[in-house]
């Protein structure tokens, strides 16, 4: 069953805007985390946050947490086209699972 | 270092029959998960491997099953498939931990006739 649910599950913007995506989950977790599957490939591991960190950066992705509200968003900013590509969030649940449960994905398409 | 690599990376195949994937995780990585891949249901987790051991299953039939060898390369056998079984299979390593960061293999797309 999914953990994570991510909104929208659709975001069509402009070249040069900010994209945001928010991702919720239900259990206490260990960390969460972000990827971006280009078509039908496999997935690419953008960002790791753990439990008692509230805000990461990495280049123009800009990830938050907030485990009281047990949500998550991905801010990208100064988006390219190159950035088209669906976006995961995935949860490590607390009580040693050793496994990710994965959201359905946002759709990003960035038009130039 | 190299990638996570699989094969096939396609593949088609009937109903009833079985299928063999194959997995080559990043060297020095010790665990390998499988996650299968449908619109329908999205990234749904399979199995994951530490050590040549089973750690963990997803909720899936007892058709689905894999193993790993004392190299961490990692096997997952489908049998008697179903129409149902067609999907994006993806395998991912990470150094220790399941839960931890995950690199993916470009996947091994099936379809079942």
């Known amino acids: 069953s999914q953990q994570g649910e991510e909104d929208p599950q659709a975001l069509s913007i402009q070249e040069g805007e900010n994209a945001t995506m928010n991702c919720s989950y239900k259990t206490s977790i260990n960390n969460l985390q972000w990827y971006r599957q280009n078509s039908g490939r496999g997935l690419v591991h953008l960002i790791l946050?753990?439990?008692?960190?509230r805000e990461k950066h990495s280049g123009r992705l800009r990830v938050t947490l907030d485990t009281s509200k047990k949500s998550s968003s991905l801010l990208i900013t100064a988006s390219r086209a190159a950035d088209t590509a669906s976006y995961f969030c995935a949860t490590d649940e607390k009580g040693g699972s050793e496994k990710l449960v994965f959201g359905k994905g946002t759709k990003l398409t960035v038009n130039p | 270092k190299a990638g996570v690599t699989q094969t096939p990376r396609y593949l088609i195949k009937t109903r009833g029959q079985q299928v063999t994937l194959s997995c080559s995780p990043i060297?020095?990585?010790?665990?390998v998960s499988w996650y299968q891949q449908t619109p329908g249901q999205g990234l749904q987790f399979l199995f994951e491997?530490?050590?040549?051991?089973?750690?963990n299953k997803g909720n899936f039939p007892g058709r689905f099953s894999g193993r790993q060898f004392s190299n961490s390369r990692s096997e997952m056998n489908v049998s008697t498939l179903e129409l149902g079984d067609s999907a994006l299979y993806l395998c991912a390593s990470s150094f220790e931990r399941g839960g931890d960061e995950q690199f993916f293999g470009p996947g091994t797309r099936l379809t079942v006739l």
């Open positions: 946050i753990r439990s008692n960190e």
């Open positions: 060297s020095g990585h010790r665990s």
């Open positions: 491997y530490f050590s040549e051991t089973q750690r």
